[in-house]
């Protein structure tokens, strides 16, 4: 299973941006079947998980950014999203997005100045 995420770039405190994450090498069932992460990697900080959404698509956040992002997915394109609003320079990170039971992507970045 391959993990490709996009979406990142430099974005103005208090703007938007959204993030694309595409699974190749697994098919439907086991894809739609997986729950979906979103992690985040600050400089010098411990990887967080941000934002979850299972194959019910049940979701939970981390409290920091409840109300600011949304993840989503849509299993016929074997994708995830994540769609960061009102960002702030403290969401600057690395993303990553995650597939059990250890499937990661290389990661993008993310970089909101004030």
Same mark, same amino acid.
């Given at each position: 299973?391959?993990?490709?995420?996009? @979406?990142?770039?430099?974005?103005?405190?208090? @703007? *938007?941006?959204?993030?694309?994450? $595409?699974?190749?090498?697994?098919?439907?069932?086991?894809?739609? @079947?997986?729950? &979906?992460?979103?992690?985040?990697?600050?400089?010098? $900080?411990?990887?967080?998980?941000?934002?979850?959404?299972?194959?019910?698509?049940?979701?939970?956040?981390?409290?920091?950014?409840?109300?600011?992002?949304?993840?989503?997915?849509?299993?016929? $394109?074997?994708?995830?999203?994540?769609? &960061?609003? *009102?960002? $702030?320079?403290?969401?600057?990170?690395?993303?990553?997005?995650?597939?059990?039971?250890?499937?990661?992507?290389?990661?993008?970045?993310?970089?909101?100045?004030?």
């Amino acid at each position: 299973v391959q993990l490709l995420e996009s @979406g990142g770039g430099l974005v103005q405190a208090g @703007g *938007s941006m959204r993030l694309s994450c $595409k699974a190749s090498g697994t098919i439907l069932s086991v894809f739609s @079947g997986n729950a &979906m992460d979103w992690y985040r990697q600050a400089p010098g $900080k411990r990887r967080e998980l941000v934002a979850t959404i299972t194959s019910s698509r049940s979701i939970n956040y981390t409290d920091s950014v409840k109300g600011r992002f949304t993840i989503s997915r849509d299993n016929a $394109k074997r994708a995830v999203y994540l769609q &960061m609003n *009102s960002l $702030k320079p403290e969401d600057t990170a690395v993303y990553f997005c995650h597939m059990g039971p250890d499937y990661w992507g290389q990661g993008t970045q993310v970089t909101v100045s004030s």
